[in-house]
Structure formats: structure tokens, C-alpha cells
């Protein structure tokens, strides 16, 4: 687990963290009836999984540039061995051009034609001076050829060369290979980890606002695209184009007039593949926006598992699973369809332009015409005159350069879809954290004298007040009951003080110092929290209570436990505080479970206590020892109590009651009694139902 997302879990347990950051879960669909429940979670609207081309900067050469050098800093790391490969690979390359020139000119003209060697040819296959060309002034009309047993031989050595470079070279490519894709996988994990960095420094707003699944799609497959970057973006154009300006330069000196007309069918090539570009464009990114909405609903059902059994949503989640499955399939569809018709439009003119110069260069070759440069052009393309081998190899130059176009369009394609992956990978990257820590943070103030909320304001949708003019100190060493209905929010008070949020007006203080003043790290080693949904780990009872303090000893455990009233129930488990808890804890009882997770909180020994209703599950009689414990305990801490017992409450030395975000009173047990307003009603309300009224 990256160390940010660690240390929130210390603070608030797992289950909340993906609670918040999930938005929109099954934890949510487990408190059935809330008011955000129906909400929609879906604002950001590029975060949305309704993402369209106009929310991404349009991709000129400058928005390439600008993404390339964005990439630098991934790739920096690695420049080395990018260089070291290239290097490499430059060298490779060169020896097989060398070789392939050697290779298709003994193959074309010496072994199947039947000319003598050149000297060096001779040499490479140890053969002797017969077989090598006599001096073409000795003998100007007679045309030396080879025997047939010397061609035998040229053809057999040459086939041991063959062999024996396959060996040497297969090897060789294959490690080059290897390394490539071993440096760009890990400047793919470069972005990758900055990118998870980046999630964990978004503030929980943000989170709440954007469904996991598209962040999890962003990271883990829109980035992957860095890894083609240089070779779509660079290289493999580069090669290209290198191959089609050869191809055509060996074409002119067989036949200008055939280079002119590859070079006229690549007009078409270059029309369809801009008319086709926004097309391409636009189903690259409703691919990957499918496939990202896709991830968020398997994150959901998985997440929403047993609340979806225990409600017999299997069908309905299917459904919708189903719904969503094809809609992805169905845009992947129409990008690999687009990119199919581009290509084999491109590939049908390089296919026709192929057949047509095929047809006029065997007139040619039944002519025994002169090829363009003629006796001047067997120094470079081994060729005075159209003849089977001629054909063959001009054949083989038209379509390395038509080809070559055509290879270039289905880069063109693949570019485009390769870009909007880095668009949305670096959109990402490029979100400013709104939680960050300040310039120069001040040291967590000791010892803890009060926590205030200074006029407070705070939304999560600015279209709907959370918490309004929220005034409230609470002073060390007393502890402070937060009351109030479903969605008042009591939760969000609190989280503000873990700073999983900020207030949109208005401060949090600690002391007199500003949360924001504060590092981040420090205020959550400073405030447990301990929840009613908690999560425990499989693991010993100790490891549970343990696990968010630094290097607890058991003789804290034991005592944190003693406060949570959990000591009694351990000690009667099998092995007492070595007991392995299964899966989640399923072993033990909902109360057990609470009371763990409350003394993971307490041995954590923080000035700050925060129990957002987590003793909802004890009896009455164990809250209340708890509660007991609790004040012994908390002699020189700031607690805060979310609960709905009465019993509980009249024992806090504050009581805040809230109503819609807005604390409307303030004051113990008797004094809000009397003043006979909402506390009272509360209580009556309470008690009325205890009564069984
Ligand atoms: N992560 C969130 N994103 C958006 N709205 C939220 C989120 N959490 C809570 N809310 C909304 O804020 C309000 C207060 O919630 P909360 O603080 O959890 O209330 P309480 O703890 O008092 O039940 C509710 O209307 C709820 O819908
Ligand atoms: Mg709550």
C-alpha cells in the first residue's frame, strides 16, 4: 500500500477511505435512505465518464510537443538506456543493410541468373578465382558466367552465411528488443507511480466527485500509452519514411516514372488519413472513456458484493455490467473498425498502383529494355536491363515505398489514439492537490489546549451546503458529544479535522494555529479516529489493535483494550490476544468488532480522539463503561463522540447539536434541557421510543 494511502488508513479505517474515495458504493448503498444515496457522484465532467473531444486540448503539433516534453521527466531517468539502446540497435541495423545489399545481390544475380562474383563475395565464401569476374575489358562481349556446380556451391555456402548470421543475430534482436521493452515498462512505472502520488495528494472532494474505476483506467492503462510514445511518435515514422525515400531513390534509377507514381498514389493515402483523423479522434477517446466507465463498475460490484447478495441485486447489477460491458465492446468496435477501413483503403490504392506497374514492367522485361540509368545504374541497383530479376527487385522497392505510406497512415491512426491516452493520463498529473502541505509548516501544537471551528463553511457540491457557521471550541481534557439526525453532518464536522477536507470559509484550529499551517502527516498523527464501519484485517486480535501505531507493545494493547471494554472477550478467545482473525474479522460479533477497532484508535494515544459513532453496536451497559474508561483516560485529550444513546451523551461535557450543518445548541445534559428546544425534543423522542411509547 503507497505510504499516503497507509497513513490515512491509520486515521480513518480502509473501508472508510474507499467509502470516501469510492464516492459511491457499496457502503453507501448500505445506508440505505441517506440523502446521498441518490446523489450523483459524477461532477467533474471530464472525470465523468462523459468525457468529449472538446474537454481535451485539440492535438496540433504544439499539443504534441508539449506532451512529449511532458513525458521527459519519466523518460529522463532512463535516457541512458534509451541511448545506449539506440546506439545498439543503429549498429545492428547497419550490418543488416550491409548484409542484405550483399545477400540480395548474390542471391538475385549470382545464384539465380548466374554472373560471377565480386572479389569480396568470393572471399566471404571462400571460393577461388574462378568464380570471380574477369576483367570485363578482356572479355566485352562474351558474359562470364558460373558452372553449374559453382552455383551449387555459392548457393550452399551462402546458406551456411545465412545460417550462421541467423544464429548470431536472432539472439542479438531478440535482447534489443527485450530492452526496449524493458526501459519503456519502466518509464511507464515512472508515470504510473507519480500519477498514483498524485491520487493520494487529491483531496477526498476530489475523490468524491470522480469514480474510481476512471482514476484506476487513467493509471493503469491510459499511461501505458507512454510506452509506444517515441516508438509511434518518433521512430517508427522516422524508419518509414527513411524506407519509403530509399525505395524511391532505387526506383529512379529502375524507372523514374514508376517512383512518380508511388509518390502520386501516396496523395489519396495522405487525403483519407486527415479526412478520417477527427473520427479516429473521437472513437479513441469514447473507447477509452468506455473502458474507463467499465473499470468503475466492476470496482463498484466488487466492492458492493455482499450488499448485493444480501439484497438479491445479482440479476439487476448483471444487467447493468452487461449494458456497460457492450457498450465498451461496441466502442472498441467502431476505433479497430475505423482503423480497419483507413487501412484497407490505403492498402487497396497501394495494392492497385502495385498490380499497374507490375503489368507495364513485364513489357518491359519481354522487351529487354534498359532500365533508366542503364550500363551507369549496375553499380547501385545490379541492373543494365528489365529482366526477371529486375522485376523482382523493382517490384520489391514500389512496394517498400507504398507499403511504407501505408504504414505510415496506420501510425497516423494509432498516434491519435495514443494521444488522448496521454491527454487523459496527464490530466491527472496535472490536477492541483487542494490539500497540500505549507511552505513552512508549523510544529503540531503542544500541549493541546482546545479545538475550534472558526465560522465554517463547507460543501462537497457547492450547489448544497454541508456545514453552515459552524462555532465550536472544545478544550482538553473534556469530551464533547455531536448530535444530531442522519445527514446532518456530524461526519463531515469531524473529517474536517483530520483535514480530509478543507472549509470553503472559515478555519479549523488546534490551539490557536490553523490546521492549514499544519503538515498534513502531522495532523493525522495527531487525531485517531476510530468508526462505525471498521475494518479488520485477517491477523492476530494484537496485530488489529496494533497495526495503526507505531511499534505498540503488547502492555499498550492490553490497556487500549481495557479502555474499549474489549480485555474481558479477548482473554476468552482460543488463544487470547494471539488469536487469528479469519477474513475481515468474521469470527467475531459486530460489538467485538467495534471494540477492537475503538481500541485501535485508543492505543494510538493521540491528544485527538474522534469516535464517529462506533459504539452503535455495544449495549447500552457496555457504552457506558466504555464511557467510563473513556474519561479516565482522556484526562489531557480533546474527545469527540458521535452517538445516538442518550445514556452516553448526558455524560459529555458539551453537547453540540446540529441540525442541517448548523450547531443551533451548544451546552451540557441539564442546561439543554432546560432551554427546552431541540435537544430536548431529541431527547423525548429518544426516550419515548425506549419507553416503547
Ligand atoms: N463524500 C461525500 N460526497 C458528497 N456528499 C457527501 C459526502 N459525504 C457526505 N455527504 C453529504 O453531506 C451531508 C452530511 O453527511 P455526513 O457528514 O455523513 O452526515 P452525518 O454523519 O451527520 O450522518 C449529507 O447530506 C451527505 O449526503
Ligand atoms: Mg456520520
Redesign the pocket.
Known amino acids: 500500500m503507497p505510504a499516503r494511502a497507509w497513513r490515512i488508513c491509520q486515521t480513518y479505517s480502509d473501508a472508510e477511505v474507499c467509502d470516501?474515495v469510492g464516492?459511491y458504493c457499496a457502503i453507501h448503498l448500505g445506508c440505505s435512505g441517506?440523502?446521498?444515496d441518490r446523489?450523483p457522484y459524477f461532477r467533474i465532467p471530464s472525470m465523468t465518464g462523459t468525457e468529449t473531444l472538446a474537454d481535451l486540448p485539440p492535438i496540433r503539433a504544439r499539443r504534441i510537443l508539449q506532451l512529449a516534453l511532458k513525458c521527459w521527466p519519466f523518460i529522463r531517468p532512463m535516457f541512458k538506456h534509451l541511448l545506449l539502446l539506440l546506439g545498439s540497435a543503429a549498429l545492428v541495423s547497419l550490418a543488416l543493410l550491409a548484409l542484405g545489399l550483399l545477400g540480395t545481390d548474390l542471391f538475385n544475380n549470382k545464384i539465380l541468373v548466374g554472373d560471377k562474383l565480386q572479389p569480396l563475395q568470393a572471399q566471404l565464401l571462400f571460393v577461388d578465382e574462378s568464380f570471380v569476374l574477369g576483367d570485363i575489358a578482356d572479355n566485352v562481349n562474351e558474359r562470364e558466367v558460373l558452372t553449374e556446380s559453382q552455383r551449387k556451391t555459392v548457393r550452399t555456402r551462402a546458406m551456411i552465411w545465412a545460417a550462421g548470421l541467423l544464429v548470431v543475430f536472432a539472439p542479438l534482436v531478440g535482447g534489443l528488443v527485450y530492452y526496449n521493452i524493458w526501459i519503456w515498462q519502466m518509464i511507464n512505472q515512472n508515470l504510473r507511480v507519480a500519477m498514483i502520488a498524485k491520487a493520494e495528494h487529491l483531496s477526498?472532494k476530489y475523490h468524491?466527485q470522480s469514480r474510481v474505476g476512471d482514476a484506476i483506467f487513467r493509471i493503469y492503462q491510459d499511461s501505458a500509452t507512454i510506452t509506444s510514445l517515441v516508438q509511434e511518435t518518433f521512430v517508427g515514422p522516422a524508419a518509414a519514411l527513411y524506407n519509403i525515400v530509399l525505395a524511391l531513390a532505387f526506383l529512379c534509377f529502375f524507372e523514374p516514372r514508376i517512383a512518380l507514381a508511388a509518390v502520386f498514389a501516396m496523395v489519396p493515402m495522405i487525403l483519407a488519413a486527415a479526412w478520417a483523423t477527427r473520427l479516429l479522434r473521437e472513437r479513441a477517446l469514447a473507447n477509452r472513456v468506455a473502458f474507463s466507465n467499465l473499470t468503475s463498475r466492476l470496482q463498484e460490484i466488487m466492492i458492493a458484493l455482499r450488499v448485493v447478495k444480501a439484497n438479491k441485486g445479482e440479476g439487476r447489477v448483471l444487467r447493468r455490467f452487461d449494458k456497460d460491458s457492450h457498450r465498451a465492446l461496441d466502442a472498441a468496435f467502431s476505433l479497430r473498425m475505423t482503423i480497419a477501413v483507413l487501412e484497407v483503403a490505403v492498402t487497396s490504392i497501394a495494392a492497385l498502383v502495385t498490380i499497374g506497374a507490375e503489368y507495364v514492367i513485364v513489357y518491359w522485361v519481354l522487351g529487354e529494355r534498359e532500365t533508366f540509368l542503364g550500363a551507369a545504374a549496375v553499380t547501385v541497383i545490379g541492373f543494365a536491363v528489365w529482366n526477371l530479376g529486375a522485376f523482382e527487385d523493382a517490384r520489391e522497392r514500389l512496394g517498400g515505398a507504398l507499403f511504407g505510406a501505408t504504414g505510415l497512415v496506420g501510425a497516423w491512426a494509432r498516434l491519435q489514439d495514443l494521444f488522448i491516452g496521454l491527454e487523459r493520463a496527464f490530466y491527472l498529473l496535472d490536477l492541483e492537490a487542494d490539500i497540500v502541505d505549507p511552505d513552512n509548516p508549523a510544529p503540531f501544537p503542544e500541549p493541546l489546549e482546545s479545538v475550534t471551528w472558526q465560522n465554517v463553511h463547507f460543501a462537497?457540491?457547492s450547489a448544497q451546503p454541508?456545514l453552515r457557521r459552524v462555532d465550536l471550541v472544545a478544550r482538553s481534557g473534556t469530551i464533547t458529544a455531536i448530535v444530531?439526525g442522519?445527514?446532518?453532518?456530524?461526519?463531515?464536522l469531524v473529517s474536517l479535522l483530520l483535514r480530509l477536507y478543507d472549509p470553503d470559509r472559515g478555519r479549523v484550529l488546534i490551539n490557536r494555529t490553523d490546521l492549514r499551517r499544519l503538515r498534513v502527516d502531522d495532523i493525522r498523527e495527531g487525531v485517531a479516529i476510530a468508526l462505525q464501519r471498521n475494518v479488520l484485517f485477517a491477523g492476530t486480535v494484537a496485530d488489529n489493535i496494533g497495526y495503526a501505531a507505531r511499534r505498540p507493545k503488547r502492555a499498550d494493547i492490553e490497556a487500549a483494550a481495557r479502555v474499549a471494554s474489549a480485555d474481558g472477550f479477548i482473554r476468552e478467545l482460543a488463544n487470547g490476544y494471539d488469536t487469528e482473525l479469519g477474513e475481515r474479522g468474521g469470527k467475531l460479533s459486530s460489538g467485538q468488532r467495534q471494540r477492537l477497532s475503538l481500541a485501535r484508535a485508543i492505543v494510538r494515544n493521540t491528544p485527538i480522539l474522534i469516535l464517529d459513532e462506533p459504539t452503535a453496536a455495544l449495549d447500552a451497559e457496555t457504552e457506558l463503561e466504555v464511557m467510563r474508561n473513556l474519561r479516565g483516560w482522556a484526562r489531557n485529550k480533546v474527545v469527540f463522540l458521535i452517538t445516538h444513546r442518550i445514556s452516553t451523551i448526558r455524560n459529555a461535557d458539551q453537547i453540540v447539536f446540529?441540525e442541517q450543518g448548523r450547531p443551533v445548541e451548544v451546552g451540557d445534559h441539564e442546561s439543554l434541557l432546560l432551554a427546552d428546544g431541540r435537544y430536548r425534543s431529541f431527547v423525548d423522542a429518544a426516550v419515548g421510543e425506549t419507553a416503547g411509547v
Open positions: 470516501r464516492g441517506r440523502a446521498h446523489r477526498l468524491s462537497y457540491d454541508v444530531g442522519s445527514g446532518a453532518g456530524k461526519s463531515t446540529l
